[in-house]
């Protein structure tokens, strides 16, 4: 039974470029969240998608989308980098329907913004 | 304020040491707590649930005081593979499904 998988491992990107992670939740889970992780830092949530939409969203810029997608697998987008934007970006999976409820964490994507 | 805050740490203790960590949280409508483990470099993984009336799993004990806003983690016999960052979860109570995680609280367990 495969766990929550993230790609890529780790990305470095120059200023003002775009990003694109993604994230195959774990078996059975129909819901994904994403999370930026500072160095030293809790993680921080970005957003929620359950059925294909967004269903929750934490205080990030509207430079951050996502995307869910049928298969319930998700994507990241990051445009107009930032060197804040460098961070572990961590994926979890879940049951939608259980607010709450544990959440599976991927092994996340380290990106490196220069 | 932040909304969820930990003791900073880190913890050194010496193994068979009893530890506790202490988390305090700003909504007084949160409905669900968690602590959750990350080991270094590593994705944060389930301890354990809180619930209101305290809950127990071997060595580790979860405790909830909704009056006071805080929750705590106690680990008994200290195992040098307790080492990790502890990580204190809050869902609050707002009709959404966002989580919030505090900072962390390093524990470093020495032989």
């Known amino acids: 039974d495969a766990g929550v998988t993230q790609s890529p491992t780790h990305l470095i990107k120059t200023r003002g470029q775009q990003v694109t992670l993604r994230c195959s939740p774990k078996s059975g889970h129909d819901t994904v969240s994403w999370y930026q992780q500072a160095l030293g830092q809790g993680p921080q949530f970005i957003f929620q998608y359950y059925e294909e939409e967004e269903r929750q969203r934490g205080n990030f810029p509207d430079r951050f989308s996502g995307h869910q997608f049928p298969n319930y697998s998700s994507e990241l987008n990051v445009n107009a980098l930032l060197l804040g934007d460098s961070a572990l970006y961590l994926c979890?999976?879940?049951?939608?329907?259980?607010?709450?409820?544990?959440?599976?964490f991927g092994p996340g994507t380290r990106l490196t913004v220069t | 304020r932040k909304e969820v805050e930990q003791d900073p740490g880190p913890f050194n203790v010496p193994e068979g040491a009893t530890v506790a960590f202490n988390c305090t949280y700003s909504?007084?409508?949160?409905?669900?707590f968690f602590w959750y483990r990350q080991d270094c470099r590593k994705e944060p993984k389930l301890l354990m649930s809180v619930y209101s009336s305290g809950n127990e799993d071997g060595r580790f004990t979860a405790q909830l005081n909704r009056a006071s806003q805080y929750i705590s983690l106690l680990i008994r016999d200290s195992k040098l593979s307790d080492s990790a960052t502890y990580l204190c979860?809050?869902?609050?109570?707002?009709?959404?499904?966002?989580?919030?995680f505090g900072a962390g609280t390093r524990l470093f367990v020495k032989a």
């Open positions: 979860v809050v869902i609050p109570n707002t009709g959404g499904f966002k989580t919030i």
């Open positions: 979890a999976s879940s049951f939608g329907d259980d607010r709450g409820y544990e959440q599976y």
């Open positions: 909504n007084s409508a949160s409905q669900s």
